[in-house]
């Protein structure tokens, strides 16, 4: 009877029963919503180490947008998957195995320990402004190589995107049959990039009878960011005119590229939202409140102007207790009421707030209205 040695050190290869061939994860990032993350979630916290940031340098795209470049290092690090020893074999054996190329984002991690790394320096060493939350725009290997890997590099772009809540993940399983030769022993390993928040395990495969040495398990990376200071809504104005050619360029437009003015088909004057942004986040808003009362306030602007109905006031508030501000808004205009879909149709996936209906209170029947709002956590 043969006997041999087996040796499983990562959650990547499940056993079956027990030949590599390479193959490459597909560029598309997928959801995986069943995949089991306790395993990889661990690993983030035990394994990876904090993001060390380098020597921020200024590029100016404008008094009022300054992009800051710096440079975070990233790991490759050849991981230890199993090893099947059957040296004191005189026959070869055939085994069946699985391999999983996966990877995950988790953006709260990823922001916290690079706004992290960035506090660590002095105040007069570095380009950024004073209460601003940094959100990379640009993202990508100082120098593309046979290290960089595609399914790495696409992981990466998630960086740049609109940021979710919750975990970003893909997973992909093959199952796969290897010979191990009478008096032989095989080591595979898998190519696994780490950065906090972000862990990819490739595609890439490596054999070796022995073990690698010490010093090719690990490399580190430069990873090149261009940050530009979040914008989050600071206040509503409200614009209104007899004349439709005066609508504001930066008005609040409508998702579905339908008209902006508030007043539409109900007559009186044209009436637009205009958004004010900041970088500071001690200035920024959590929701908006609609209040439509049938007497004036002389403090606001009223948007419904030369209408029959409620008078129509839009008031963003900041909440103490809420970590979550608006960094978009827009208008959601139906035929019917759609307020329980909102979630579902504007900024699907991503945190955000709306108000009710609008039009409600009007006098005669029309459109419904929503203002919509994109949440953003803030990282300082």
Known sequence: MNSFFISSHYVSVMFINQRETAKRTPSSFLTCPNMKLESLLFTLAVLVPRIVVGTPTKTSAGPHNPRVTINISGTYIWRKIFELDNRKNKASVDYSYKVTESGLYNSRTFNNDLMAGIKNYPPNSTQFEPNASYSPVFIGFRERNGNSDDDVYNVLQKVV??????IDSFSKSENRKLTVGAGTRVILYQRVFELPGIMVKTGVLKWTPRPLPVHNVAENVTIEMVMMPRKYLKELKAVCSDIRGDAPPDR?????????????TYGGKFCWIVPVMTTNVNEAQTRVELSLPQKADPRYVNLAQGTKGSQIYLHPIRQSDKNLFISGVTLARFESDKYSSLNNTIWPGLPKGYTRNINRKRQAKGQYLYLVWRLERTYM
């Open 161 to 166: 995107h609109e940021q979710k809540e919750d």
């Open 252 to 264: 609040v437009r409508d998702w579905f590229g339908g008209t902006t003015d508030i007043n539409d």
